[in-house]
């Protein structure tokens, strides 16, 4: 018959058997849940990176591609290059609405936007913050960014001469290039879509600031030719008083600093590494 102080002693025997059993068992499964803590917070700490496509620049025949690098939990650092072969304008009418009628007399001078082709390589980098609990790359941001372009542009300039009766319609070929330094601020959001790809929303922004302009004829010209480039000069500096102009026999340029701006939006989708 078992005594009080040996049924005391079971007792502890049997509390410390299922102790010793357990105790392997639970240090397995802290092991286990910190193992895969440490997983998923270094798989968070190595996707730092982002590269972006923005699919509505390509409404305007532009190509644009991102990069954006996490610094801290809401800071990255980012930059965005764009490119667009040198091609006729899109949304011609549109852009023939600002500049007016192309069908006005030949003395009107009028731009006709089907006379131009324009390229464009742009580069921006960017610092951006994000504003929600989350942290970067996901909910609403702001970020601000310089942008640095270079524009060639080719124009054919419309002449009309009236030569003993008959009217001579022809073009005078013009290349230019402007070259652009702004500065600016826009505002979006981010959502994430899976474990990697994201929807970049740039919502609206603008930059402005300004650039040099030239455009030149490189061959001889003729008394009219010169004549009809100098009353496209004199449009140019009626504009644009800081615009210079040089214009002989042998060729003419237009050239000077010329205030610039332009609109920052957009859809990009993202994926991270």
């Known amino acids: ?22 105790y392997p068992q639970d240090i397995d499964s802290i092991l286990d849940e910190a193992s895969f803590n440490a997983e998923i917070e270094n798989s968070i700490a190595t996707a730092r990176n982002q590269v972006k496509v923005n699919l509505a620049t390509l409404f305007w025949k532009t190509g644009s591609l991102s990069y954006e690098r996490q610094l801290s939990k809401r800071w990255t650092l980012g930059i965005t290059a764009n490119y667009r072969p040198k ?3 899109s949304f ?13 007399s030949y003395r009107d001078y009028a731009f006709d936007v089907d006379q131009l082709k324009y390229g464009n390589l742009s580069i921006s980098p960017e610092v951006k913050i994000y504003l929600g609990k989350s942290g970067a790359f996901k909910g609403f941001y702001i970020a601000g960014f310089v942008k640095y372009e270079n524009i060639d542009m080719d ?19 013009l290349v230019g290039d402007l070259k652009p330094w702004t500065g600016g601020l826009y505002v979006g959001h981010q959502w994430k879509i899976n474990k990697s790809w994201y929807i970049d929303w740039q919502i609206i922004g603008g930059n402005i600031g300004g650039g040099t302009l030239t455009i030149s004829a490189h061959q001889p010209l003729t008394q009219d030719e010169q004549e009809r480039i100098l009353s496209f000069a004199n449009q140019i500096q009626d504009e644009l008083d800081d615009v210079n102009y040089e214009v002989n026999s042998q060729g003419a340029k ?3 600093n010329i205030p610039w701006a332009g609109l920052r939006t957009g859809v990009s989708i993202g994926y991270t590494f």
């Open 1 to 22: 018959m078992l005594t009080i102080e040996m049924k005391s002693n079971f007792i502890i025997l049997v509390f410390l058997f299922f102790t010793w059993i357990g």
């Open 87 to 89: 091609e006729t304008a």
């Open 92 to 104: 011609k009418s549109q852009i023939q609405d600002i500049f007016g009628n192309k069908y006005k």
């Open 155 to 173: 124009y054919d300039l419309p002449l009309s001469f009236d030569i003993h009766g008959h009217n001579i319609d022809t073009v005078l070929p």
């Open 254 to 256: 237009i050239w000077g």
